[in-house]
């Protein structure tokens, strides 16, 4: 018995059918939890948004002043600038440590996954948990910083590091990148080793130095790896809380109220809830709209 053109082709069709709502049963579960925990929730954080909405009480439809009244808010332009400052700072510092130990670690050498796993190691502790242990080593009285600079006596007695902002920043700036530079790290590391070695060994015998080698070798091959750190990175740092939380509490002087600190204390404290969830939205298109143009930026110069 032969089987005419026609209805090989519907057979065909049938197949593909099926195949294809095979895929989706497989990808169900994982399609449900992302609508029941981020599409649902933005949704409903969007519709929160256009209300008046009280912690008690009824809520009011508002339309958009909630967003109208976000662009006169000084504080929270001020955190907006402030979260922008601690993002380039901190992104910055979290490079320029975690590319050399990437280099450094990703060659084989003796002790080489001793030394990954030191660096690695503060990873695993919680933010919250790290920011309470540098409270504790910046404290004036039983700290660590303050005994161990009267004893190199560089002062006469313990300074309190957190009373001014320059120091408080700095030491947070330090305190995110002893706790994140070692996952950048591992980001970086893969990126480093997934380089054929034969290009390496090729530039070396063309005469490329070490700076040559590493600028147009290294870093073009490298461009979708440091795409995925800095995007990493940078949403982050612009959504980081806990730490201004614990150590500062948005001081001195309310200097380091970061944006999400801000959307907490509009949410949670004046139970401003309406006002809380468009703040939100904004800030979710500003992260939308940043890694867009990190993307982009970061493949310019790729060959299509």
């Known amino acids: 018995m032969t089987v005419s053109g026609p209805q090989r082709q519907l057979a065909g069709r049938k197949r593909r059918r099926r195949s ?3 895929g989706l049963f497989y990808i169900a579960p994982a399609m449900a ?24 009480g009824a809520q009011r ?20 600038n402030f979260t922008a400052y601690y993002t380039v700072i901190v992104t910055i510092a979290i490079f320029a440590v975690a590319f050399p130990l990437a280099i450094f670690v990703e060659k084989e050498r003796r002790f080489v996954s001793t030394y990954r796993t030191i ?8 933010l919250a948990t790290a920011s309470l242990l540098w409270v504790w080593l910046a404290n004036v009285d039983s700290g660590f910083f303050g005994p161990a600079l009267g004893a ?34 591992i980001i970086l590391l893969t990126g480093l080793q ?3 070695t034969e290009l390496t060994e090729a530039a070396r015998i063309d005469g490329a130095g070490r700076w040559q080698r590493f600028r147009h070798l290294t870093l073009p091959l490298m461009r979708k790896t440091i795409a995925l750190a800095l995007i990493v990175s940078v949403t982050g740092s612009i959504l980081a809380f806990d730490q201004f939380y614990i150590m500062t509490s948005g001081g001195p002087q309310n200097k380091m109220i970061s ?15 309406g006002y809380g969830a468009a703040l939100s939205i904004a800030l979710l298109a500003i992260l939308v709209a940043i890694s867009i143009v990190q993307l982009w930026l970061l493949r310019v110069g790729e060959e299509r």
């Open 119 to 126: 660096i690695f190691l503060p990873v695993v502790v919680g």
């Open 20 to 22: 294809q709502w095979r």
């Open 259 to 273: 944006v999400v600190y801000y959307i907490f204390n509009q949410s949670f404290v004046s139970f401003n809830l």
């Open 33 to 56: 939890l992302v609508i029941v925990f981020f599409v649902m929730p933005v949704l409903f954080t969007g519709w929160m948004s256009l209300h008046n909405w009280p912690l008690m």
């Open 152 to 185: 190199l006596g560089l002062v006469e007695r313990s300074p309190n590091i957190m009373a001014s902002f320059d120091t408080a920043f700095a030491t947070i700036v330090v305190m995110v990148v002893w706790k994140i530079a070692g996952f950048t790290m």
């Open 194 to 196: 997934a380089i054929p």
């Open 61 to 80: 439809w508002i339309g958009f002043a909630n967003y109208t009244r976000m662009f006169n808010d000084s504080r929270f332009m001020a955190a907006l």
